[in-house]
């Protein structure tokens, strides 16, 4: 079943440039789906994923998610992004709880917390969080209002190679138990390997899905095995080339 349908024929930054940011772009995925997003910088990887987080409402074109218009966000979406994004003054559960305007549901937040891995860390602020924590905790945040998906923009570029390793572990086996689809960008070609059923290769000026490319292993994948090695090296000839 398809959960959103993304058609994206341009989008400009400056009026009437010649060059679009982003076109003819179209693609759906459906429920439950895990997608990864690779292009080089500056080829409207975060721009795609805010018109599909209905953070940017000025492009030609439409989203739908469940058959209707998106017009602004939505609660089945949940949105993590490359910096945590937390409120410094607010704790911990009280960042994973904003949710304008829907009342509080500690328990909840709570729940979500123990899941990340930050049982106990409740009352903790923002500023007492390591960097992978904070980004536990914006995780946490994007499934409190039980998302259908998660839109992921570069979410672990921050984090030493370690910390990173677990959180796409972490993501993945969350996605699985919330049943909520991913759309993953990153420019790291092997975390797209592993963790994507699907991955589009974004090229630039203008931003458009040069390639689709399915992974045909199971999860959990085997990191720096010879079949994910192979499928790297496939992706990575095709961005090599779309650089011109
Ligand atoms: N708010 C903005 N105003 C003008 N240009 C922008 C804005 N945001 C992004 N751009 C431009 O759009 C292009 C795509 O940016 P972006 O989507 O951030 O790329 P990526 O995430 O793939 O690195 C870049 O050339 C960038 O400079
Ligand atoms: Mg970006």
Redesign the pocket.
């Known amino acids: 079943m398809t959960l959103i349908d993304v058609q994206v024929r341009r989008k400009h ?2 009026a009437r440039s010649r060059e679009p ?1 982003l076109a003819d772009i179209a693609f759906q995925l459906a429920a439950g789906e895990l997608v990864g997003l690779v ?10 994923l805010r018109i599909v987080a209905g953070l940017d409402p000025d492009y030609d074109g439409q989203v739908l998610l469940n058959g209707r218009r998106q017009r602004g966000p939505s609660r089945d979406i949940g949105v993590v992004f490359q910096e945590p994004r937390l409120f410094p003054w607010l704790t911990v559960a009280e960042n994973v709880a904003f949710d304008l305007g829907q009342g509080r549901d500690e328990a909840w937040a709570n729940t979500l917390l123990a899941e990340v891995g930050l049982k106990g860390l409740e009352n903790a602020l923002p500023k007492q969080l390591s960097g992978g924590q904070a980004q536990r905790v914006a995780i946490a945040r994007a499934l409190y209002t039980r998302p259908r998906l998660l839109l992921l ?2 979410p672990f570029s921050a984090l030493d190679a370690f910390t990173r390793m677990k959180l796409q572990d972490l993501v993945l086996s969350l996605a699985q138990a919330h049943q909520a689809g991913l759309l993953l ?1 990153t420019h790291d070609v092997e975390e797209a390997v592993l963790l994507s059923d699907r991955v589009f290769v ?1 090229g630039a000026a203008p ?1 458009r899905v040069l390639r689709e490319l399915t992974v045909p292993l199971r999860h959990p994948r085997q990191r720096g095995s010879a079949a994910v090695a192979d499928l790297r090296a496939d992706l990575l000839r095709t961005l090599e080339s779309a650089v011109v």
């Open positions: 930054f400056v940011v292009g080089a910088s500056g080829c409207g990887k975060s721009t795609l923009d570069e960008v974004l931003g």
